[in-house]
């Protein structure tokens, strides 16, 4: 997607440890303009898959899921990442290995929002090593339901995260894989 990768050249800034900060437009202040065509360009992808739901993780995916599930006119679910009381304990949970935070934590969702009948397409912003796809994929195994794909905004290609996924059997598509970047700002965008 030529318009995130211009947006990524723009804005994007790269910090030690091969983190890319994208909250100018992504996942802190939200251009919600480029969130409805990002959820126009996941729906051309999977639009012919019986998408139910979309879901992700709180918090940086909630916009681009908003925008994917109004196009495709199905419910959006998150995982939470804590547990409130008025949650209740009928609960599928999942522990993930975050990459930008290094620690582990539990998602968590409701049993009444997910089943075997759903088809679910994933989104998030970003993909890394693959941790919290792993989390949310370990969530939809547990109702029963059905990954029929999974949305990336960003991939980082030299990372594992989406190769291993793909070995895995799933549909994963990423609107911009960054092949290499470097502390000095350069991106390496895959063609």
Request: charged residues 25%; hydrophobic residues 40%.
């Amino acid at each position: 997607m030529k318009i995130l990768e211009e947006r990524i050249r723009q804005e994007g800034r790269i910090y030690p440890g091969n983190i890319l900060k994208v909250d100018g437009f992504l996942n802190h202040q939200i251009d919600v303009g480029l969130m409805d065509q990002i959820g126009a360009a996941f729906y051309d992808v999977y639009k012919d898959c019986g998408i139910t739901k979309i879901l992700t993780i709180e918090a940086s995916g909630i916009a681009i899921a908003c925008s994917a599930a109004r196009i495709f006119g199905v419910p959006l679910l998150f995982a939470k990442k804590s547990q409130s009381l008025n949650l209740g304990n009928d609960l599928y949970a999942a522990t993930v290995s975050s990459f930008t935070y290094k620690k582990d934590y539990q998602v968590i969702i409701s049993k009444r929002y997910l089943n075997e009948q759903d088809h679910v397409l994933i989104v998030d912003d970003f993909l890394a090593t693959g941790n919290a796809m792993l989390g949310l994929i370990d969530l939809c195994g547990m109702a029963g339901a059905t990954v029929d794909g999974i949305g990336i905004c960003i991939e980082k290609g030299f990372q594992d995260g989406g190769k291993h996924l793909r070995e895995k059997g799933f549909s994963v598509t990423s609107l911009a894989v960054i092949d290499s970047m470097t502390d000095d700002g350069e991106i390496v965008f895959r063609s």
